[in-house]
Nanobody
Framework: QVQVVESGGGLVQPGGSLRLSCVASGSIFSLFTMGWYRQAPGKQRELVAVITSRSATTYADSVKGRFTISRDSAKRTVYLQMNSLKPEDTAVYYC????????WGQGTQVTVSS
């Protein structure tokens, strides 16, 4: 069983930055494709960014140039650096670990407001 735990959410002003972290248990972390997703109130969960086991990355158009996903296999951790945050980035952010199946974290709230 793989456990996925996110941290780093909070309240930030527009234009500010946050870094989310996600730790996934298990000795095969290096093989996981790791992803960040978000869900705003009344909306469906959407992809934010994905990083493969070979560190290839994919971003939603809405966050390109502002967010950066990275991974540290030694720490079994994936990060989401979020810069130039906008109110529309407000959502619960979820981390997903995937290989032959997917494991989700419980989510961390990000609120962008003045």
């Amino acid at each position: 069983q793989v456990q996925v735990v996110e941290s780093g959410g909070g309240l930030v002003q527009p234009g500010g930055s946050l870094r989310l972290s996600c730790v996934a248990s298990g000795s095969i972390f290096s093989l996981f494709t790791m992803g960040w997703y978000r869900q705003a109130p009344g909306k469906q969960r959407e992809l934010v960014a994905v990083i493969t086991s070979r560190s290839a990355t994919t971003y939603a158009d809405s966050v390109k140039g502002r967010f950066t996903i990275s991974r540290d296999s030694a720490k079994r951790t994936v990060y989401l650096q979020m810069n130039s945050l906008k109110p529309e980035d407000t959502a619960v952010y979820y981390c997903k670990a995937e290989i032959t199946r997917a494991w989700w974290g419980q989510g961390t709230q990000v609120t962008v407001s003045s």
